[in-house]
Nanobody, 123 residues
Framework: QVQLVESGGGLVQAGGSLRLSCAAS????????MGWFRQDPGKEREFVAA????????HYADSVKGRFTISRDNAKNTVYLQMNNLQPEDTAVYYC????????????????WGQGTQVTVSS
């Protein structure tokens, strides 16, 4: 069992930056690929980024490539999402996830989810 707790969301102006963090419980963190999805009300949860067990491989949605960076610190059981040049269309609830498969880009296949953190980008 893996429990995930996100933090770092908030309100930012367009062009600004935020860094999300996701702290994981359990001693098997390094055996899970980690990632981020986001969801707007009334829309499906969409893939944002994923990182492999060791952190050596990453995968991004086209909409965030070049702006977002995912990283992990296995010693701290934490995964991060650095978001730069944020735009209003990035506004959503961001969810951290853990899964045995990398990359998992379909929400229904994800094993573990955090509770989500709101990111709002004003124009």
């Amino acid at each position: 069992q893996v429990q995930l707790v996100e933090s770092g969301g908030g309100l930012v102006q367009a062009g600004g930056s935020l860094r999300l963090s996701c702290a994981a419980s359990g001693r098997t963190f390094s055996s899970y690929a980690m990632g981020w999805f986001r969801q707007d009300p009334g829309k499906e949860r969409e893939f944002v980024a994923a990182i492999s067990w060791s952190g050596s491989s990453t995968h991004y949605a086209d909409s965030v490539k070049g702006r977002f960076t995912i990283s992990r610190d296995n010693a701290k059981n934490t995964v991060y999402l650095q978001m730069n040049n944020l735009q209003p269309e990035d506004t959503a609830v961001y969810y951290c996830n853990a899964d045995k498969t990398f990359p998992t880009v379909v929400a229904r296949r994800i094993t573990y989810w955090g509770q989500g953190t709101q990111v709002t980008v004003s124009s």
